[in-house]
């Protein structure tokens, strides 16, 4: 049983940083694809970065291009996703997800096999 577990959420002024980080519980093949995906009120679920754990490429959706960098640590048991200049529009659930054995990143929800709780991020002017 795989288990995701989120944490560095909370509240931030506008142009800050931020750095989430997600622990991996659990075996997870190499050939997984981990991705960050965010959840504003009142719309989809969606991508926003991903890294493939074996080869280590990433990917990042056009709109936070710059600002959101995906990383993970040797061991495969973390990934972070790193922030900076926060944007009121970046408000959202962050949720952690794994795509298992894959070798590319899809970033979407119906391809997610395991999800995280997810963690607040709230940015203010």
């Known amino acids: 049983q795989v288990r995701l577990v989120e944490s560095g959420g909370g509240s931030v002024q506008a142009g800050g940083p931020l750095k989430l980080s997600c622990v991996v519980g659990g075996y997870i093949s190499p050939s997984t694809c981990m991705a960050w995906f965010r959840q504003a009120p009142g719309k989809e679920r969606e991508g926003v970065a991903a890294?493939?754990?074996?080869?280590?490429?990433?990917w990042t959706v056009p709109s936070v291009e710059g600002r959101f960098t995906i990383s993970q640590n040797s061991a495969l048991t973390e990934v972070y996703l790193d922030v900076v200049s926060l944007r009121p529009e970046d408000t959202a659930m962050y949720y952690c997800a794994a795509q298992v054995s894959v070798s590319t990143c899809t970033l979407k929800v119906a391809d997610v096999n395991y999800w995280g709780q997810g963690t607040q991020v709230t940015v203010s002017t």
């Open positions: 890294i493939w754990m074996r080869g280590g490429q990433r």
